[in-house]
């Protein structure tokens, strides 16, 4: 006998670190974690990341690839930068009833649900979104080549850069950058040989770094920081924020930004109300919602 498919719905966050699946009916859930998903910087990688952490799912919830196939399904994918992009993934993947979009929509469903407020996603790349009464207007998510300021990756690279400034001596020598240069034993072409070739999740993982140095009082630690803060305060500017509606900081470094913020935007800051994982569950349920209304 089918399974009461109706009851299940899937969520996908798929970020440029890390890619998260959850998989729910009434009473249960299962997740799955697999590595970084990006549409745009290697388009192969993630279709195989999201076929793999699918059917990962089926086998610990018990359906066959048959009954996975009609689950309402929303996914959140980093780099999904067009139609083009999105129809390719749809197409590779085992589902007949599900949405691809960019990882944005997700994020603010999950920390905000239908409420005014504001989201700065800040993790390998970056966004800022406030949500109103007149909708959704979103900053940046262009993407590592262009933008994605105040991320991860952009604090690697800004970091990198950094470094050869300090060589160069345009800024101030700092332990960060000198820690830094250890790192590629003290040689220039070494540093130019690894940002040629480096990944957005490899440049990413400078940040810890960066962000570490910050709180210790770091010179350049703190000049990165302050910069990444700048731009969220001109994004907030932007988009007319009106200062008294929730900031929500997420991904894996918004919240180290908070005491980098101005006061009046520190004082605004709340907690999500979930996850970007969460957020693609509740776009789920509306697919599912769609669907009963199609055959009624």
């Known amino acids: 006998m089918r399974r009461p498919l109706s009851q299940f719905r899937l969520g996908i966050d798929g970020g440029g670190t890390r890619c998260r699946f959850a998989l729910t009916r009434p009473g249960t859930r299962f997740e ?27 086998r610990e919830a018990g359906l066959s690839k048959d009954e996975l196939r009609g689950v309402p399904t929303f996914a959140g994918l980093a780099g999904v930068m067009d139609d083009t992009a999105a129809k390719a993934v749809e197409t590779a993947l085992p589902l007949d009833s599900v949405i691809i979009e960019d990882d944005r929509r997700s994020a603010v469903a999950g ?19 406030r949500q109103s009464n007149a909708g959704l207007r979103f900053l940046g998510g262009y993407g590592a080549d262009l933008g994605d300021e105040a ?18 001596g345009l800024k101030e020598d700092s332990p960060l950058v000198r820690d830094t240069w250890q790192r590629f034993d003290g040689r ?14 490899e440049f990413a993982q400078f940040a810890p770094t960066v962000v570490e140095a910050a709180i210790a009082g770091d010179v350049n630690g703190q000049d990165l920081m302050q910069a990444g803060a700048a731009y969220i305060d001109d994004c907030l500017s932007a988009l007319a924020w009106p200062g008294d509606e929730p900031v929500c900081l ?7 930004y908070a005491s980098f913020l101005p006061v009046r935007i520190a004082r605004c800051l709340a907690e999500p109300r979930g996850s970007a994982l969460d957020g693609a569950l509740y776009l789920a349920d509306t697919i599912s919602a769609q669907n009963a209304r199609a055959v009624s």
């Open 188 to 201: 220039v072409d070494q540093v130019l040989k690894f940002a040629q070739s480096a990944s957005p999740s």
């Open 111 to 129: 920390a905000l649900g239908g409420d005014n407020g504001v989201v700065a996603s800040i993790g390998t790349g970056s966004f800022v979104v």
């Open 250 to 256: 997420i991904g894996g470094l918004g919240k180290r």
């Open 32 to 58: 799955h974690v697999l590595g970084g998903a990006n549409a745009h910087t290697d388009l192969a990688n993630a279709i195989s990341i999201l076929t793999d952490g699918l059917n990962a799912l089926a």
């Open 151 to 168: 991320s991860g990756c952009w604090l690697g690279k800004s970091l990198l850069t950094r470094l050869l400034h300090c060589r160069d």
